[in-house]
């Protein structure tokens, strides 16, 4: 499915949102939902010990507490071990999944089948090493992880895609699959290596699509053909434009491969028929500015979900496969009004929509594509914040969506569902049991912004909202390339809720979850709007009696780093304390400089202070560094990462540097009697780790445990105390309410 993420596949600043899957081997597989996004953002700066220890310098007072909650994440970590997921692929006759050492199979036609190793990540690190890349901290670094796997037709190969655990670039290794050997095993059978290879797509059981990334962008596709006397490399597709990034996608019923050309403005899609000789490209339709389109192949024709609805939001239309351009098209279902498309597939003779309501609840619409007025709605349970689909195996007839549905505190439940009767199944029996998902409510509020416009609020919480006025409170925002704010399932946030805190998720404008308009509001000159949007939500949180601003918190990543920053210099009396990952905070810098990776494609979403002085004006208005005072700011944790090449490192320590500067010089402006305690400021370099974190768990698991002793330490809590045995449950409680009320 993934559509959308293919619409917006344009390079962006996004931490990869769940770091959950085998999260208890050695090394944590994060999921890639945002994998399409993976263009770098490259600088250069001086990130030497000596220009940044005295910006680090103070993480030490933390240590103990870091120590404690390293051990309860831990523990919460080993609790949900057995988490569902969707990472392992069904071929015709073998079931192949992930461990840390490598990918395997089962026979399914096996009583008691026994797990093969098909790729054995050990030998890739192995082959690296004779490279005379060998020394013992080079050996250390090269450590491989599974991001992608793909099979071809009929089982012969397997391709998968490799990460080290310090770079973005992955590795694609294809592997030919042949029948069980007699013990000892052979050695799996690497036939071909690729590097930088972003998306890949098997067309026959001997031809792989694929694209790369080279200069640091994703603009050319390939076509690899294994044959008995060799191999040969073809270049397929190249992309001229410096805004569009390209990757190649396969249709849910393997006919059809697409090659989606997309910016953050418009899209073009090639399709190769795959059930054909010739292998080659035709043009959906050309390329046109403000048209959004993606590809799904039905029959003898093609399912389109396109932005050619009322106020330019989603609907899905269709065409036939010999006519696909614009004209053709002929509308099939659009949402109502304030209802936003989020996602599609086609699964049999039906068009599953994947959709938010107005009240901000997931919904699946299902329209039987032989009558598309018979269209009907499948309500799911109303705690649900993310869906994650699974991708059928190549032999799968079965005609039924596969599904997963979870919030930030909810476990993942797996459903199932048959379009053609409406019937919806849940994988497992527990879902709603308070051992698996906990006594908690999710709370959907909207406050008012300064222009009127309510915006969303997700709150969950343990306790009743009018006894919340003494919890601690989390605040989580992003607000920008329209994409939503991540809410799958984190132990991390789990294990605050258990706490006590009361978490926060403020959708302003500038993400998506609201449809395209919600993003239109907030882009270039518009950006105010979305500081202005996350004030409305904490000023309503408060007036409702949630917390207060001595114990909230505000937690933010990559490009959210924009609104949280922008709040912090003007109202940094609201929250008491700030969590930045990977921050984005100097933008108008990074926009006047067209030499940076992004910055060309960035300026659609931020404007060009370089040749728009209104955009100029804008930028400076609300840019994080550039609008630092004397004054005092709430504490803040600021988390970089050396080979992050997304967001300029140069950037963050400016930030920290005239943060702390400003502060030093508000303090001591001001008479003793009126001194206030200084806040701390810190800034937490990780070496190595790119702009998703770290991989290794124990790395991630000691930046999440950092977090949590900041936090606590700053908001002044009582020390925590060790967990309690746990008393034997009753029936869940749970309870979901929709709350519309205006500041």
């Given at each position: 499915?993934?559509?959308?993420s293919s619409?917006?596949?344009?390079?962006a600043?996004?931490?990869?949102?769940?770091?959950?899957?085998?999260?208890?081997?050695?090394?944590?597989?994060?999921?890639?939902?945002?994998?399409?996004?993976?263009?770098l953002?490259?600088?250069?700066?001086?990130?030497?010990?000596?220009?940044?220890?005295?910006?680090?310098?103070g993480?030490?007072?933390?240590?103990?507490?870091?120590?404690?909650?390293?051990?309860?994440?831990?523990?919460?970590y080993?609790?949900?071990?057995?988490?569902?997921?969707?990472?392992?692929?069904c071929?015709?006759?073998?079931?192949?999944?992930?461990e840390?050492?490598?990918?395997?199979?089962?026979?399914?036609?096996?009583?008691?089948?026994?797990?093969?190793?098909?790729?054995n990540?050990?030998?890739?690190?192995?082959?690296?090493?004779?490279?005379?890349?060998?020394?013992?901290?080079?050996?250390?670094?090269?450590?491989?992880t599974?991001?992608?796997?793909?099979?071809?037709?009929q089982?012969?190969?397997?391709?998968?895609?490799?990460?080290?655990?310090n770079?973005?670039?992955?590795?694609?290794?294809?592997v030919?699959?042949?029948?069980?050997?007699?013990?000892?095993?052979?050695?799996p059978?690497?036939?071909?290596?690729?590097?930088?290879?972003?998306?890949?797509?098997?067309?026959?059981?001997?031809?792989?699509?694929?694209?790369t990334?080279?200069?640091?962008?994703?603009?050319?596709?390939?076509?690899?053909?294994?044959?008995?006397g060799?191999?040969?490399?073809?270049?397929?597709?190249?992309?001229?434009?410096?805004?569009?990034f390209?990757?190649v996608?396969?249709?849910?019923?393997?006919?059809?491969l697409?090659?989606?050309?997309?910016?953050?403005?418009?899209?073009e899609?090639?399709?190769?028929?795959?059930?054909?000789?010739?292998?080659?490209?035709?043009?959906?339709?050309?390329?046109?500015?403000?048209?959004?389109?993606?590809?799904?192949?039905?029959?003898?024709?093609?399912?389109?979900?396109?932005?050619?609805?009322?106020g330019?939001?989603?609907q899905?239309?269709?065409?036939?496969?010999?006519?696909?351009h614009?004209?053709?098209?002929?509308?099939?279902?659009a949402p109502?009004?304030?209802?936003?498309?989020?996602?599609?597939?086609v699964?049999?003779?039906?068009?599953?929509?994947v959709?938010?309501?107005?009240?901000?609840?997931?919904?699946?619409?299902?329209?039987?594509?032989?009558?598309?007025?018979e269209?009907?709605?499948?309500?799911?349970?109303?705690?649900?914040?993310?869906?994650?689909?699974?991708?059928?195996?190549v032999?799968d007839?079965?005609?039924?969506?596969?599904?997963?549905?979870?919030?930030?505190?909810?476990?993942?439940?797996?459903?199932?569902?048959?379009?053609a009767?409406?019937?919806?199944?849940?994988?497992?029996?527990?879902?709603?049991?308070?051992?698996?998902?906990?006594?908690?409510?999710?709370?959907?509020l909207?406050?008012?912004?300064?222009?009127?416009?309510?915006?969303?609020v997700?709150?969950?919480?343990?306790?009743?909202v009018?006894?919340?006025?003494?919890?601690?409170?989390?605040?989580?925002?992003?607000?920008?390339?329209?994409?939503?704010?991540?809410?799958?399932?984190?132990?991390?946030?789990?294990?605050?809720?258990?706490?006590?805190?009361?978490?926060?998720?403020?959708?302003?404008?500038?993400?998506?979850?609201?449809?395209?308009?919600?993003?239109?509001q907030?882009?270039?000159?518009?950006?105010?709007?979305?500081?202005?949007?996350?004030?409305?939500?904490?000023?309503?949180?408060?007036?409702?009696?949630?917390?207060?601003?001595?114990?909230?918190?505000?937690t933010?990543?990559?490009?959210g780093?924009?609104?949280?920053g922008?709040?912090?210099?003007?109202h940094?009396?609201?929250?008491?304390?700030?969590?930045?990952?990977?921050?984005?905070?100097?933008?108008l810098?990074?926009?006047?400089?067209?030499?940076?990776p992004?910055?060309?494609?960035?300026?659609?979403?931020?404007?060009?202070?370089?040749?728009?002085?209104?955009?100029?004006?804008?930028?400076?208005?609300?840019?994080?560094?550039?609008?630092?005072?004397p004054?005092?700011?709430?504490s803040?944790?600021?988390?970089?990462?050396?080979?992050?090449?997304r967001v300029?490192?140069?950037g963050?320590?400016?930030?920290?540097?005239?943060?702390?500067?400003?502060?030093?010089?508000?303090?001591?402006?001001k008479?003793?009697?009126?001194?206030?305690?200084?806040?701390?400021?810190?800034?937490?370099i990780?070496p190595?780790?790119?702009?998703?974190?770290?991989d290794?768990?124990?790395?991630?698991?000691?930046?999440?445990?950092?977090?949590?002793a900041?936090?606590?330490?700053?908001?002044?809590?009582?020390?925590?105390r060790?967990?309690?045995?746990?008393?034997?449950?009753?029936?869940?409680?749970?309870?979901?309410?929709?709350?519309?009320?205006?500041?």
């Amino acid at each position: 499915m993934a559509v959308l993420s293919s619409l917006l596949c344009s390079p962006a600043r996004l931490v990869t949102p769940s770091r959950l899957g085998f999260f208890w081997e050695l090394a944590v597989r994060k999921r890639m939902t945002c994998y399409s996004l993976s263009v770098l953002r490259c600088c250069t700066s001086d990130t030497s010990n000596s220009s940044t220890d005295h910006l680090s310098s103070g993480l030490e007072r933390y240590k103990d507490l870091q120590k404690y909650f390293s051990r309860r994440l831990k523990a919460t970590y080993r609790r949900f071990s057995n988490t569902p997921d969707h990472s392992s692929i069904c071929g015709h006759h073998h079931e192949y999944f992930i461990e840390s050492d490598g990918i395997y199979r089962l026979d399914q036609r096996q009583s008691e089948p026994v797990s093969e190793q098909v790729l054995n990540l050990g030998q890739v690190s192995g082959q690296e090493e004779k490279t005379g890349l060998g020394n013992e901290e080079r050996k250390q670094r090269i450590q491989w992880t599974v991001q992608r796997i793909r099979l071809s037709p009929q089982e012969k190969h397997l391709a998968a895609t490799l990460k080290t655990t310090n770079g973005e670039e992955p590795r694609c290794v294809v592997v030919r699959l042949g029948k069980r050997k007699s013990s000892p095993l052979d050695p799996p059978h690497v036939v071909f290596t690729l590097d930088k290879v972003l998306s890949f797509e098997w067309a026959t059981d001997e031809v792989l699509f694929y694209t790369t990334l080279e200069g640091l962008r994703c603009r050319r596709v390939f076509r690899l053909d294994l044959t008995s006397g060799g191999s040969r490399i073809t270049s397929v597709y190249e992309e001229t434009h410096p805004d569009v990034f390209v990757e190649v996608a396969l249709s849910r019923d393997r006919r059809i491969l697409s090659v989606n050309c997309s910016s953050r403005t418009s899209s073009e899609v090639l399709l190769i028929d795959t059930t054909a000789s010739h292998l080659e490209p035709l043009l959906v339709q050309p390329r046109q500015p403000d048209l959004l389109y993606h590809v799904e192949h039905w029959r003898k024709g093609l399912i389109i979900l396109t932005n050619t609805g009322p106020g330019q939001e989603y609907q899905v239309v269709q065409a036939p496969l010999s006519e696909p351009h614009m004209v053709s098209w002929v509308p099939v279902f659009a949402p109502g009004p304030g209802t936003a498309i989020k996602d599609m597939d086609v699964v049999g003779d039906h068009c599953v929509v994947v959709a938010r309501t107005p009240a901000g609840e997931l919904i699946l619409v299902v329209v039987p594509l032989t009558h598309p007025k018979e269209a009907y709605t499948v309500q799911l349970p109303s705690w649900a914040c993310a869906i994650q689909t699974k991708t059928p195996g190549v032999a799968d007839q079965r005609g039924v969506f596969d599904f997963l549905i979870s919030s930030p505190v909810h476990l993942p439940v797996p459903y199932c569902l048959n379009p053609a009767d409406g019937l919806l199944l849940s994988g497992t029996g527990d879902e709603t049991s308070p051992e698996s998902q906990g006594n908690y409510t999710t709370t959907r509020l909207e406050a008012c912004s300064q222009d009127g416009t309510l915006v969303p609020v997700t709150l969950f919480h343990s306790k009743p909202v009018e006894s919340l006025g003494q919890a601690p409170l989390l605040v989580h925002v992003y607000g920008a390339y329209g994409r939503d704010l991540n809410m799958e399932f984190c132990p991390e946030k789990r294990l605050l809720l258990e706490q006590g805190w009361t978490l926060a998720y403020c959708h302003i404008r500038g993400g998506g979850e609201r449809g395209l308009f919600w993003q239109r509001q907030a882009r270039v000159e518009g950006k105010q709007r979305g500081v202005e949007d996350l004030q409305a939500c904490l000023h309503h949180l408060f007036s409702l009696g949630v917390s207060s601003p001595s114990r909230a918190a505000l937690t933010a990543c990559s490009a959210g780093a924009v609104p949280a920053g922008a709040l912090c210099n003007r109202h940094p009396h609201m929250v008491r304390a700030v969590t930045l990952q990977a921050p984005f905070l100097d933008v108008l810098g990074a926009m006047e400089d067209p030499s940076l990776p992004l910055t060309l494609e960035d300026r659609e979403e931020w404007g060009n202070p370089v040749g728009n002085p209104k955009h100029r004006l804008t930028i400076s208005s609300y840019c994080p560094l550039h609008n630092i005072t004397p004054q005092c700011y709430p504490s803040i944790l600021l988390t970089a990462y050396s080979g992050d090449r997304r967001v300029p490192l140069a950037g963050v320590l400016r930030y920290t540097e005239q943060l702390k500067n400003a502060i030093h010089t508000h303090l001591t402006m001001k008479p003793e009697s009126e001194c206030e305690p200084a806040p701390n400021v810190l800034l937490n370099i990780q070496p190595g780790a790119d702009h998703h974190g770290p991989d290794a768990f124990e790395l991630m698991l000691e930046e999440e445990a950092l977090t949590l002793a900041f936090l606590h330490t700053e908001l002044d809590l009582d020390p925590p105390r060790p967990p309690r045995r746990r008393k034997r449950w009753h029936s869940y409680q749970g309870e979901v309410r929709n709350l519309t009320t205006m500041t």
